[in-house]
């Protein structure tokens, strides 16, 4: 069976930085590309930021809201996926969702699978 | 960036309605964009990707059409569990951008 479960996800202050984890299992992670997708209590869905496979050098993307703070990184070796997020402001505040993306011969459609998300507080 | 707009941003329907939900791109996308499912305190679910294609496992009355920068998502016959949120996402190019969502009551 295919899962993602995230974990790290904690109350810390503004200015704060904080690592959330991504665990798969069930694919070979390394052929994928994946990304952070997040959600402010009440609002809609935002995309955060992507790791391309392993074929594609593991080169990333980022929202500008986080760009040049958040940094998306992955281990193939731990089927793993990682955001490191840094100057984190009380905006970042959300759910934290890591999510299978599916692209084929360079095109890319959707995110197919999804882990069910964790939690990101940022307060003082 | 590219802006999709939802709309209606709120549907109230009655089970075995058919409903369709709109989404708006600012600039061209051909078929790049998908159609989740989200029900409260769940991850999304993707239903559509390249704008038609049925997911693997997505019941038949869910189907989705458009091109360009006009796209909509349609519900045949209304479902008690299709009472979730509906997201658009355009996958054509960076930043990848969601739609405001479309939340589906039950009338």
């Known amino acids: 069976e295919v899962q993602l479960m995230e974990s790290g996800g904690d109350l810390v202050q503004p200015g704060g930085s904080l690592r959330l984890s991504c665990a798969t299992s069930?694919?070979?992670?390394?052929?994928?590309?994946m990304d952070w997708v997040r959600q402010a209590p009440g609002k809609g869905l935002e995309w955060v930021g992507r790791?391309?496979?392993?074929?594609?050098?593991?080169?990333?993307e980022y929202a500008a809201s986080v760009k040049g703070r958040f940094t998306v990184s992955r281990d193939d070796s731990k089927n793993s996926l990682y955001l490191q997020m840094n100057s984190l402001k009380t905006e970042d505040t959300a759910v934290y969702y890591c999510?299978?993306?599916?692209?084929?011969?360079?095109?890319?459609?959707?995110?197919?699978?999804w882990g069910q998300g964790t939690m990101v507080t940022v307060s003082s | 960036d590219i802006q999709l707009t939802q709309s209606p941003s709120f549907l109230s329907a009655s089970v075995g309605d058919r409903v369709s939900i709109t989404c708006r791109a600012s600039?061209?996308?051909?078929?790049?964009l998908g159609w989740y499912q989200q029900k409260p305190g769940k991850a999304p679910n993707l239903l559509i990707y390249?704008?038609?294609t049925l997911q693997s496992g997505v019941p038949s009355r869910f189907s989705g059409s458009g091109s360009g920068t006009e796209f909509t998502l349609t519900i045949s016959s209304l479902q008690p569990e299709d009472f979730a949120t509906y997201y658009c996402?355009?996958?054509?190019?960076?930043?990848?951008?969601f739609g405001g969502g479309t939340k589906v009551e039950i009338k």
């Open positions: 790791s391309r496979n392993k074929a594609n050098n593991y080169t990333t």
């Open positions: 390249a704008a038609s």
């Open positions: 069930g694919f070979t992670f390394s052929d994928y590309y």
């Open positions: 600039q061209g996308i051909s078929s790049n």
């Open positions: 996402q355009q996958v054509n190019s960076y930043p990848l951008t």
């Open positions: 999510a299978r993306h599916v692209c084929h011969s360079g095109r890319c459609y959707a995110s197919d699978i």
